[in-house]
């Protein structure tokens, strides 16, 4: 089977980018809130840096660019970063603020690259001067931060949004459930986006989200 590099170029450079600064980003986001918060845990391990190195995991990195390439819809994962709660300022606040760090750095990237193209769309004859895959290169980047930023807020183990679930919860609530959504947690992430008949749940709750966010920021 040919492969036409040419028309997946843009989403080959976006999830290169994501791998090599996305990724890093958002775990060392992870990294530097737990070392505020009085944990040194990832920074004894050799995760409070942004080399992109100690952060990728080889299955996770090759499943974001067969998924976001081929399907426009990134799934992929890095390697997590390690932190010890006990550690942790606010008790399950300092957790949920650990968890929270990293969909906050997928934001914030999207809205740095979001600025550029928002700029450049309401200027074309600017535009036009723009070699067209570096507008589309960074169309994906936008577009695949948010995909992962609302993925990982959703609040399911082992994701980052299940920190701010469990740090919502009553404390005895989260002590009773806890356990049992983080031994099946990644089981009910399966079923949520695979198979429910026409069309995933999650694919449903995301969807109309990422959407109105990526109309929001690019301003069409």
């Known amino acids: 089977m040919d492969l036409d590099l040419n028309r997946y170029l843009p989403q080959l450079i976006a999830v290169s980018i994501m791998l090599l600064v996305g990724f890093p980003v958002h775990e060392f986001s992870h990294a530097l809130a737990a070392y505020r918060l009085g944990d040194s845990t990832a920074k004894h391990m050799g995760r409070l840096t942004l080399d992109p190195r100690v952060h990728l995991d080889p299955l996770g990195s090759i499943l974001l660019f067969v998924t976001f390439v081929f399907t426009s819809i990134g799934f992929g994962w ?3 970063t390690p932190y010890n709660p006990m550690n942790l300022e606010g008790g399950r606040w300092g957790e949920a603020i650990v968890g929270v ?3 906050i750095s997928n934001l914030i990237m999207a809205v740095a690259a979001a600025l550029p193209a928002r700029y450049l769309l309401a200027n074309p004859e600017l535009a036009v001067q723009v070699p067209s895959i570096v507008l589309l290169a960074l169309d994906s980047f936008i ?5 992962l930023m609302l993925f990982n807020l959703l609040p399911i183990p082992p994701l980052d949004g299940s920190k701010v679930l469990f740090a919502l919860l009553p404390p005895q609530t989260a002590w009773r459930y806890r356990p049992i959504l983080e031994q099946y947690g990644f089981v009910l992430l399966l079923l949520i986006f695979f198979l429910p008949p026409g069309g995933s749940i ?4 995301i969807t109309p ?3 109105g966010l990526y109309a929001f920021l690019v301003g069409v």
């Open 143 to 147: 577009f695949l931060n948010l995909v």
């Open 78 to 80: 890095a390697k997590p």
């Open 202 to 205: 999650g694919g449903q709750v």
């Open 209 to 211: 989200v990422l959407y």
């Open 101 to 103: 760090a990293g969909p």
